[in-house]
């Protein structure tokens, strides 16, 4: 979420404008959209990224509005070597997606176990465009 807001031409933005126009399925859950804010809404980031708070609540609004909101049912933590993706991961197993795009592709080994496919937003990009990696 972040790279796509750092970066206006970047792959991140990219996946997510389509979730937004609704040509993608975006997964949200109550522990994930609450990071969101937490993470957006700090000073460094409000900074880098030239909105203002604001603005950034307007924005989750509008992604709450579109996005497929997930139940999490059931919490098996930890799985994961970083406490802080426990959640992204969750809301990807109950939300049954397919693929779940960050850059720290690393730090989701085991959701494979799940059948989510664990790729940066570029490679997705590039697929949907019909690129090879």
């Not at 960050?102 to 989701?108: E, I, K, M, P, S």
Request: proline share 4%; hydrophobic share 45%.
């Amino acid at each position: 979420m972040v790279a796509a807001f750092r970066s206006r031409n970047g792959a991140s933005r990219s996946c997510l404008e389509l979730a937004l126009r609704g040509e993608h399925i975006a997964l949200i859950s109550v522990p994930l959209i609450l990071e969101y804010e937490a993470v957006l809404t700090r000073p460094e980031q409000l900074q880098a990224i030239g909105l203002d708070e604001v603005l950034n609540r307007r924005f989750l609004d509008g992604l709450c509005s579109v996005a497929e909101h997930v139940e999490i049912a059931s919490i098996w933590r930890p799985l994961l070597r970083d406490p802080n993706d426990e959640m992204v991961l969750e809301t990807a197993v109950f939300g049954r997606a397919d693929q779940l795009l960050t850059f720290n592709v690393r730090d989701y080994t085991g959701a494979e176990r799940f059948g989510i496919n664990v790729t940066r937003p570029g490679d997705a990009w590039g697929k949907a465009k019909g690129y090879k990696s």
